[in-house]
């Protein structure tokens, strides 16, 4: 097993050009991450200190709401250039996504921002009980695993299967059929 670009294709090799534009790809990426994740927290820092969560969340509660933050920014600005970097480049195994399928992986993107944001709200109401510091541990492990009832959905029942199927692998549309 190698782990050089198109390994098992004869004659496939990424040039020093591709190698570049790679490179600077994976770093627009990551820039927007760190980025968003940053705004996220500033924005939500702003809606509580003085703002209008200020009387929803408790003192010892915003670390959750940061939590949250960092979760719904660095997932926004990894996702976006994602699909819009899909939606220009394609070959022949990935073809380019179509600007229909690409504002429904945007939407998907935004719903699930705003169910993290749900989440560190709700567990930023632990703070009326606990401490800043056991607030904060369980909004890292209540916000990091929130994700997972939402993969526990039959997708494939609600007509959803085609790009969250393939997520789940080929295993769980044949238990849906």
Known sequence: MTAEPGAGQPGARRSAAGNVAFGAGVLLVLATAVLGAFAAVALLGRAVDPGPLSSVVP??????????????????????????????????????????????KVLAVLVFDVWLLVVALLVAQLGWFLSAQLTTVVAVFAV??????????????????????????????????
């Open 144 to 177: 990091g695993f929130s994700w997972m009832p939402l993969a526990m959905v039959p997708w494939e029942r609600l007509g959803l299967g085609e790009g969250f199927g393939k997520l789940r692998g080929p295993s769980a549309s044949r238990q849906a059929q």
């Open 59 to 104: 003192d010892d509660g915003i670390n959750a709401l940061v939590v949250g933050g960092i979760a719904v920014g660095g997932l926004t600005g990894l996702m976006l250039p994602v699909i819009l970097f899909g939606m220009v480049r394609g070959n022949e195994n990935t073809p380019r996504v179509g600007p229909a399928a690409a504002a429904r």
